[in-house]
């Protein structure tokens, strides 16, 4: 007997610009504080616990209903960081846990960046972007924790400038996914090649 089969289309969002956004711009926010142009302060935390954290961990629950397994572990996971990173900063100035020592605090970010390095494996799948995005990143962690690991304020206002880069371009990358849906055509692209600027010959 014939049976009835239904198929169901997806169509709520796309939710990588959510994610990319509130990723890059408390990246960028944290790092004009590394680079030195003022102090960790109430703006930081609340960035980071708020957009840099709930809502890339909304991200990632929104991408593993459109069965995104790179998407959702990378934007839960580092939507955990912030928080982590907010909890690390405020438990202890409220006494419910010692301060982090130097060497765990260079285990912490060594340990991000190896994990964000194997995330860079995966994105030689995916766009020119992302790759940008995840290889600038695995840098940032990098610098943050040889910065750490030698009490170095140099090396660390490095790391700040660096993460500025990497954070503005998870911004790029965000907005051109917003922007080039919307459009209906690439208006931000997200490939890049150089032979896009090479002459092309005459035709005879």
């Known amino acids: ?23 890059g711009m408390t990246t960028v926010l944290l790092n004009l504080h590394n680079a030195g142009l003022y ?11 708020c957009y840099g954290g709930i809502a890339q ?15 959702t572990t990378a934007f839960i996971s580092y939507g955990f960081f912030w928080l982590t990173l907010v909890a690390l900063l405020v438990l202890p100035k409220l006494g ?37 995005v995840f290889g600038t990143l695995v840098i940032l962690f990098t610098l943050l924790a040889i910065a750490d690991a030698t009490e170095s304020a140099l090396l660390k206002k ?5 993460g500025l880069i990497c954070g503005f371009s998870a911004i790029y990358t965000g907005m051109a996914q917003l922007l080039n849906e919307l459009y209906g055509r690439t208006v931000l692209p997200l490939c ?13």
């Open 1 to 23: 007997m014939p049976t009835n089969s239904m198929t169901f289309k997806d169509n709520t969002a796309n939710p990588a610009p959510l994610g990319l956004l509130a990723f």
């Open 158 to 162: 490095i790391a700040g400038y660096e």
């Open 192 to 204: 890049f090649s150089f032979a896009v600027w090479k002459r092309q010959p005459r035709p005879a």
């Open 96 to 132: 419910l846990a010692a301060p982090t020592s130097n060497i765990a605090m260079v285990s912490f970010l060594g340990m991000w960046g190896f994990f964000t390095l194997l995330l860079f494996i995966g994105t030689l799948k995916l766009s020119k972007a992302l790759q940008i």
């Open 57 to 71: 961990v909304i991200a990632g629950i929104m991408e593993w209903k459109k069965n995104n397994t790179f998407g």
């Open 39 to 49: 102090e960790l302060n109430t703006m930081i935390l609340a960035m980071g616990l």
